[in-house]
């Protein structure tokens, strides 16, 4: 099993492009997160997704749209990158919501310019 | 509201000394409560969880306890090796319907033959 798989692993954007980080889980979980890692500030939850066909925000939603596409895959969007965006993304997948173990991907670094 | 407070690191040790990361938490309700650890270049894994009161969790020779009374969840390791230098990461979940995960900031452990 590959686990939690993200692709890039390193992107470099101009302010106001967009793109799309894409994450892939062959566990069968039922849960799937996006977070933030910044300096000094530990995760922040972007976007989680509870169960396939449902999304919620989380702490830090600006500027991000997700889509659960599958039960596998749950993608984070930015439509206008801005250098506050400029971070390390985590997806992470859980089987049964965020009390059980998550399983985090190797991460996606983004430098917006 | 919920939040993890963990010691501010880097914590610098020689191999083979004693480590204690201090992690505490304020929570409604009933927390499971976390230590990931993140390895240079790598994603957040899971070392260790407690889920109430007085339960101690432990994997690869590190230990917490749930101390509900003084609001801890204390990470220890008798002896540190090496290979043991990384960020850890304390977090809760919170009971009641769909949570996620709240983290503190992080501690580096910088560990030197």
């Known amino acids: 099993n590959a686990g939690v798989t993200q692709t890039p692993k390193f992107q470099v954007l101009k302010t106001g492009q967009s793109m799309t980080l894409q994450c892939a889980q062959d566990?069968?979980?039922?849960?799937m997160y996006w977070y933030r890692q910044d300096p000094g500030m530990g995760l922040r939850l972007i976007y989680y997704?509870?169960?396939?066909?449902?999304?919620d925000k989380g702490e830090v939603p600006n500027g991000y749209n997700v889509s659960r596409l599958n039960k596998r895959e749950f993608s984070l969007r930015l439509e206008s990158a801005a250098p506050s965006q400029t971070s390390v993304y985590f997806c992470?997948?859980?089987?049964?919501?965020?009390?059980?173990?998550?399983?985090f991907g190797p991460g996606t670094r983004l430098l917006v310019l | 509201g919920n939040s993890v407070t963990q010691m501010e690191g880097p914590v610098t040790l020689s191999e083979e000394a004693f480590l204690t990361i201090n992690c505490t938490y304020t929570?409604?309700?009933?927390?499971?409560l976390f230590w990931y650890v993140q390895y240079p270049g790598e994603g957040l894994q899971l070392l260790l969880k407690?889920?109430?009161?007085?339960d101690k969790g432990s994997n690869k020779g590190f230990e917490a306890t749930y101390r509900k009374e003084t609001t801890s969840f204390h990470l220890e390791k008798g002896s540190v090796q090496v290979s043991d230098s990384a960020v850890y990461f304390c977090?809760?979940?919170?009971?009641?319907?769909?949570?996620?995960?709240?983290f503190g900031a992080g501690t580096r452990l910088a560990v030197h033959p």
């Open positions: 992470a997948s859980s089987d049964q919501g965020a009390r059980e173990t998550q399983y």
């Open positions: 566990m069968n979980h039922n849960s």
């Open positions: 997704s509870a169960s396939e066909g449902t999304t």
């Open positions: 929570a409604t309700g009933y927390p499971s």
């Open positions: 407690a889920t109430k009161a007085d």
């Open positions: 977090a809760l979940s919170v009971s009641g319907g769909y949570n996620k995960l709240i």
